[in-house]
């Protein structure tokens, strides 16, 4: 019995051809398999959308525990290890503990075609279902209705946090197709909170909504997120609630913040209440890492001079472009903003950077290291360059890091940023 689960998850990126593969078939075969862990769990929140699941999470996650509550929680992708994917009892699952479900998933598939999500989300429910807990919280790898988590019958709520144009390759070209796929995790009878959409959106999940009898509970109908000072109002039909300001940074986090207030509205129907402590704690404390973070130790940050900074987003798609750049353009009335940027070969590099070249004094492009996907750092330069931005390439952060305090005499912001797969580099040098 392995104590390393690293072997065997590289062995089980070889069981498919394709690293996605958006099907039900394979991990409803393997989960019968292994007597059906999915239909034994402590009930489910499933979230959707295309930015702000982790975060939305995290502030679930942080109020429920908060609450005195036992939490498992199922992400994706991780930045550093895999194991930041698995929370069991509000723990990162352990090594030995990992690499035992793997070998018992792979020992049950028996070699069949199955991708690594697929296998990986049954070790997940393995592992939920062998320990206590009071609620398990589930989000989707990629779109909704063909995702591997997508097979609990009935989740006690679900989420869909705003949708934007990402995947198109897998979800559909239009907004209205990809927001559909997301709108797959509703199911009969089941509440479901939405984050604020874009009108083509709005109207795909309230299609599938009706088609499969899922009560939905609207931001901006039914309940109300608004920033006051330095506090959140939280509105439904129980009346206003104050909050704390969240603990994530970006103007973006409090729409965040809101979902999971709104879920946790819904669960307060079911009997799963969390006390207005808990909740107020939740909001103030939860933590996501690579989500608009500042880094204060580490190689990279004992680079800068005094009254510089240094953040890192993941962000990877036009929405968290422009998310990241609402926050540029209120940083950037202080000090300039300069990018250190990386970014994958799926994704829209213009979409991206567009909102942000307005607000961005310079960008030093990178190839994402170890990362067989990523764009070469001279066509992100030209990118930049062709959106009127002051562009160079550099051959990693620390380097273009260098460049910047030798060029640039006062303080700077430095944001790194463009892809998860970069933060996930960055924070494993400098955690």
């Given at each position: 019995?392995?104590?390393?689960?690293?072997?065997?998850?590289?062995?089980?990126?070889?069981?498919?051809?394709?690293?996605?593969?958006?099907?039900?078939?394979?991990?409803?075969?393997?989960?019968?398999?292994?007597?059906?862990?999915?239909?034994?769990?402590?009930?489910?929140?499933?979230?959707?959308?295309?930015?702000?699941?982790?975060?939305?999470?995290?502030?679930?996650?942080a109020a429920l525990e908060a609450s005195g509550l036992r939490v498992?929680?199922?992400?994706?992708?991780?930045?550093?290890?895999?194991?930041?994917?698995?929370?069991?009892?509000?723990?990162?699952?352990?090594?030995?503990?990992?690499?035992?479900?793997?070998?018992?998933?792979?020992?049950?598939?028996?070699?069949?075609?199955?991708?690594?999500?697929?296998?990986?989300?049954?070790?997940?429910?393995?592992?939920?279902?062998?320990a206590p807990a009071d609620i398990v919280l589930l989000e989707t790898?990629?779109?909704?209705?063909?995702?591997?988590?997508?097979?609990?019958?009935?989740?006690?709520?679900?989420?869909?946090?705003?949708?934007?144009?990402?995947?198109?390759?897998?979800?559909?070209?239009?907004?209205?197709?990809?927001?559909?796929?997301?709108?797959?995790?509703?199911?009969?009878?089941?509440?479901?909170?939405?984050?604020?959409?874009?009108?083509?959106?709005?109207?795909?999940?309230?299609?599938?909504?009706?088609?499969?009898?899922?009560?939905?509970?609207?931001?901006?109908?039914?309940?109300?997120?608004?920033?006051?000072?330095?506090?959140?109002?939280?509105?439904?039909?129980?009346?206003?609630?104050?909050?704390?300001?969240?603990?994530?940074?970006?103007?973006?986090?409090?729409?965040?913040?809101?979902?999971?207030?709104?879920?946790?509205?819904?669960?307060?129907?079911?009997?799963?209440?969390?006390?207005?402590?808990?909740?107020?704690?939740?909001?103030?404390?939860?933590?996501?890492?690579?989500?608009?973070?500042?880094?204060?130790?580490?190689?990279?940050?004992?680079?800068?001079?005094?009254?510089?900074?240094?953040?890192?987003?993941?962000?990877?798609?036009?929405?968290?472009?422009?998310?990241?750049?609402?926050?540029?353009?209120?940083?950037?009335?202080?000090?300039?903003?300069?990018?250190?940027?990386?970014?994958?070969?799926?994704?829209?590099?213009?979409?991206?950077?567009?909102?942000?070249?307005?607000?961005?004094?310079?960008?030093?492009?990178?190839?994402?290291?170890?990362?067989?996907?990523?764009?070469?750092?001279?066509?992100?330069?030209?990118?930049?360059?062709?959106?009127?931005?002051?562009?160079?390439?550099?051959?990693?952060?620390?380097?273009?890091?260098?460049?910047?305090?030798?060029?640039?005499?006062?303080?700077?912001?430095?944001?790194?940023?463009?892809?998860?797969?970069?933060?996930?580099?960055?924070?494993?040098?400098?955690?």
């Amino acid at each position: 019995m392995g104590t390393n689960p690293g072997p065997i998850l590289e062995r089980l990126t070889r069981l498919h051809p394709k690293v996605i593969d958006l099907s039900l078939g394979r991990i409803q075969r393997l989960l019968s398999l292994l007597d059906n862990p999915h239909l034994k769990l402590a009930p489910v929140v499933h979230v959707a959308g295309t930015n702000g699941k982790g975060s939305t999470l995290a502030f679930l996650r942080a109020a429920l525990e908060a609450s005195g509550l036992r939490v498992h929680v199922y992400t994706s992708p991780h930045l550093v290890r895999f194991n930041e994917r698995i929370r069991v009892g509000g723990e990162i699952i352990a090594d030995q503990v990992l690499a035992a479900l793997l070998e018992e998933c792979e020992a049950a598939n028996a070699g069949e075609p199955i991708t690594f999500f697929e296998i990986t989300t049954a070790a997940a429910f393995l592992a939920f279902a062998r320990a206590p807990a009071d609620i398990v919280l589930l989000e989707t790898g990629l779109g909704g209705r063909l995702d591997a988590t997508n097979l609990i019958p009935r989740p006690a709520a679900c989420a869909i946090t705003p949708v934007s144009l990402d995947h198109q390759h897998y979800l559909g070209d239009t907004l209205a197709q990809i927001a559909g796929e997301k709108a797959g995790i509703l199911k009969p009878s089941v509440g479901c909170a939405v984050a604020a959409q874009a009108p083509a959106a709005a109207s795909a999940i309230e299609t599938r909504a009706r088609q499969v009898g899922a009560p939905l509970f609207l931001e901006g109908r039914d309940w109300k997120i608004a920033r006051r000072e330095n506090s959140l109002e939280y509105t439904d039909s129980r009346g206003a609630r104050a909050l704390p300001a969240p603990s994530l940074p970006g103007a973006h986090q409090i729409g965040n913040a809101g979902l999971a207030l709104a879920v946790l509205a819904l669960l307060d129907q079911q009997g799963l209440g969390v006390s207005a402590a808990a909740l107020a704690q939740g909001i103030a404390r939860a933590e996501w890492p690579a989500r608009l973070q500042r880094l204060t130790r580490g190689p990279l940050a004992a680079l800068l001079p005094q009254g510089w900074e240094l953040w890192l987003d993941g962000g990877h798609n036009p929405a968290a472009g422009a998310a990241l750049a609402a926050e540029a353009a209120i940083w950037t009335r202080e000090r300039p903003v300069h990018l250190v940027f990386g970014m994958i070969n799926s994704k829209d590099v213009a979409g991206f950077l567009a909102p942000l070249a307005p607000h961005v004094r310079s960008i030093h492009a990178m190839a994402i290291p170890g990362e067989a996907n990523a764009v070469p750092a001279g066509t992100l330069a030209k990118v930049a360059q062709g959106l009127g931005l002051a562009a160079q390439t550099a051959t990693d952060a620390a380097a273009a890091i260098r460049t910047l305090v030798a060029q640039e005499p006062a303080p700077r912001r430095i944001l790194i940023c463009g892809s998860l797969y970069l933060a996930g580099t960055i924070l494993a040098d400098n955690g």
